[in-house]
């Protein structure tokens, strides 16, 4: 037997890991807070209803993390302010972030997080790190899909230009 068998929870982070879920548990604080700006900003029910659902998916997320971190003698990042709640009528017209554009960036950010957790599970050498997010991997796929079938059904998607390539063309 190896070093690294037997329990992982045992095992020690390599310095990989430990970056990586450090940066992860960073970058969710940061959008916690920015989910909760964003709410603020939101006029349609659905859309609230789904930043709802992201921020607190990312502070489950960060809760897990900040025990992974602490385990491990590792230091957490800093925490933004909690935002506070805000009326959409109190946020000038021209200050406002429109629906369709915290829509797009939340369904950039989960791109973003989805790649963030692909690349944390293939560098794992620890399985609980791994597993922990190939979960979180697959809450994000969920959040993100209904992210895109919100953005269809309001009309909020904007495709790049669509191929129709037809064989009889050539």
């Given at each position: 037997m190896g070093i690294l068998s037997g329990n992982p929870t045992n095992e020690p982070m390599h310095y990989g890991e430990v970056f990586a879920v450090w940066s992860f548990l960073s970058v969710s604080k940061g959008l916690i807070a920015g989910y909760q700006t964003q709410l603020n900003h939101a006029g349609d029910a659905d859309l609230k209803k789904i930043l709802?659902?992201?921020?607190?998916?990312g502070q489950r997320e960060s809760k897990e993390i900040e025990a992974l971190l602490k385990e491990n003698g590792i230091g957490l990042p800093p925490?933004?302010?909690?935002r506070p709640k805000a009326s959409l009528n109190d946020?000038?017209?021209?200050?406002?972030?429109?629906?369709?554009?915290?829509?797009?960036?939340l369904s950039?950010?989960?791109?973003a997080g989805l790649v963030a957790c692909s690349t944390i599970m293939g560098q794992s050498i620890r399985e609980d790190i791994a597993m922990l997010f190939g979960q979180f991997h697959t809450q994000k796929a969920q959040l993100g899909a209904k992210v895109l079938r919100l953005t269809k059904e309001k009309g909020w998607l904007v495709p790049p230009p669509l191929h129709h390539h037809k064989a009889d063309d050539c």
């Open positions: 709802e659902e992201a921020i607190e998916a925490t933004p302010p909690e946020i000038p017209t021209g200050a406002r972030f429109l629906d369709p554009e915290i829509a797009t960036a950039t950010n989960i791109a």
